[in-house]
């Protein structure tokens, strides 16, 4: 068979050029193909904060491939096992995780990032999303997350593009993969719209790293549920199932949890709130364990300090979806705004209502103000004699319902913030079922030949939440075994 290239990669994400490397690293020629072009290049990945979550024994080792930084020298990076990664997944995905491609996940996540440095991607502390500065100058991280790209997602595609360059890979833009070629029961290709024709790409492997289907609102509705329909899309436009309906047309089996997906707080009102090419993923609005989270109708309705916001954050997009008109305000004090992530809190165009006091601030959010001062005066009353201490599961709760686990402060000192959120869908956590070297499995078990997979595409490590800067890692992971395979 005459072929193109020896791999055809479809996705140009973190995940696709993983793989797309490893494969180029072999000697293979590698054609990427990416449905967007320009700006609109790079998937979800262009979109996230690059925070990526691997076990590490501390500083020291992280030092080893990050970028230097006058602040090492003042920090504290408590080490985070495998077995504590492998303990995250489980708990917050409630055990519906697969204890292999987690297994898999949790070991080669640091020596996989370790691959991409080595290639030329650049990776840093997170000091402005992971760590709080203490009063006597140093840093202290927390949550076990640590590391990032350098320049955050617009950084990771930039490097990726860059080692793309470099090891030969003939990266097409602009071309939306639709089909899948089989020829005596395997894979050998796939068929592509491109400037209004179609093309036909013939390769021995094909890696499908083109996430998931998020991006379409009717497959949202069909299996998410109904108001899924109006969740707004916090990254790229194209992840529409496409490659999902391509594999499964060929045989593929479904694996992971469709009905649930990973989901934000995402700014309500801002004029630009779906796909935001310049702003990306500072429309998030995740400094809410230190406040509260009220509905429209002035009350609490779930635990904002149940645990490090790296363990909730994507599963509480889906509980102010079900709030009436999916819609809710975190509300700060004078005393606990300053310490606020700033590169969210002061974002230009940022949706806040500042109000001198709780009359004010009822309404001018428009909710019924007896109702709000019960719930904001029942709130402080709660609160427990602790110490309070972001960095740590501190104790200090409001005992009330529902309670406030951690890091509770009144709200009491004027002027109040209010910051309205909806739910911003980032991805959905059903796909292919794969297995640990990336190749498609069909009903029966078995591997579909010539066909891989990576990314949001690969189902089966994530359900109903995921422990943050896992999606990143997994893609890497992952693509860069299914481009050593392929």
């Known amino acids: 068979m005459e072929r193109d290239a020896d791999v055809i990669v479809v996705g140009g994400g973190n995940a696709g050029f993983s793989a797309a490397h490893a494969a180029a690293e072999r000697g293979r020629s590698v054609i990427v193909l990416e449905r967007g072009e320009g700006e609109t290049a790079g998937g979800n990945s262009f979109f996230t904060a690059g925070a990526t979550r691997i076990a590490h024994d501390g500083l020291e080792q992280l030092a080893e491939f990050v970028e230097p930084d006058d602040r090492h020298a003042v ?141 379409d609102a009717e497959l949202r509705a069909e299996h998410l549920g109904q108001r899924w ?66 509905n429209t109708e002035g009350r609490r309705f779930l635990d904002e300090g149940a645990d490090f916001r790296n363990y909730t954050y994507a599963k509480y997009g889906k509980v102010i979806l079900e709030q009436p008109d999916s819609l809710a305000f975190q509300v700060f004090d004078a005393a606990t705004r300053p310490m606020l992530r700033s590169e969210e809190y002061e974002m230009p165009g940022v949706s806040e209502i500042v109000a001198n006091s709780l009359e004010e601030l009822a309404e001018k959010l428009e909710v019924p103000l007896e109702q709000l001062r019960r719930t904001v005066e029942d709130f402080n009353a709660s609160i427990v004699e602790a110490d309070f201490d972001p960095t740590v599961k501190d104790g200090k709760k409001a005992d009330t319902t529902p309670p406030k686990s951690n890091w509770a402060s009144p709200i009491a000192q004027a002027p109040f913030y209010a910051y309205p959120v909806t739910c911003g869908i980032t991805f959905t956590f059903g796909g292919l079922r794969g297995n640990t070297d990336g190749q498609v499995l069909d009903a029966a078990g078995a591997a579909i030949p010539g066909l891989l997979v990576a990314g949001e595409m690969l189902g089966g490590l994530f359900s109903a939440n995921y422990p943050g800067g896992s999606g990143l890692a997994a893609g890497a992971v992952f693509g860069r075994r299914a481009g050593s395979i392929a």
């Open 75 to 215: 920090s504290t990076v408590p080490p985070y096992s495998s077995e504590e990664y492998l303990a995250d997944l489980e708990r917050v995905t409630e055990g519906r995780n697969d204890p292999d491609l987690s297994r898999v996940l949790v070991t080669e996540a640091q020596p996989t990032l370790r691959w991409l440095a080595g290639l030329g991607l650049r990776y840093r502390l997170m000091y402005e999303r992971q760590a709080y500065d203490r009063p006597d100058g140093s840093y202290l991280f927390w949550g076990g997350l640590h590391v990032g790209n350098v320049g955050g997602g617009e950084g990771l595609i930039a490097d990726h593009t860059a080692v793309a360059q470099r090891l030969g890979e003939d990266v097409r833009y602009g071309h939306r993969a639709t089909e899948l070629i089989v020829e005596d029961g395997r894979v050998v290709g796939v068929l592509a719209e491109h400037d209004g024709r179609e093309v036909e790409l013939r390769g021995e492997s094909v890696v499908l790293a083109a996430g998931g289907f998020e991006a």
């Open 229 to 294: 329909a109006a969740a707004k899309v916090r990254g790229t436009a194209f992840n529409v199932g496409d490659m999902i309906r391509a594999g499964i047309a060929v045989g593929a089996d479904r694996g992971g949890d469709w009905s649930s997906c990973h989901s934000v707080q995402w700014d309500a009102f801002h004029q630009h709130n779906e796909g935001n090419l310049e702003l990306t993923n500072r429309l998030t609005r995740q400094s809410y364990p230190l406040g509260i989270l009220i």
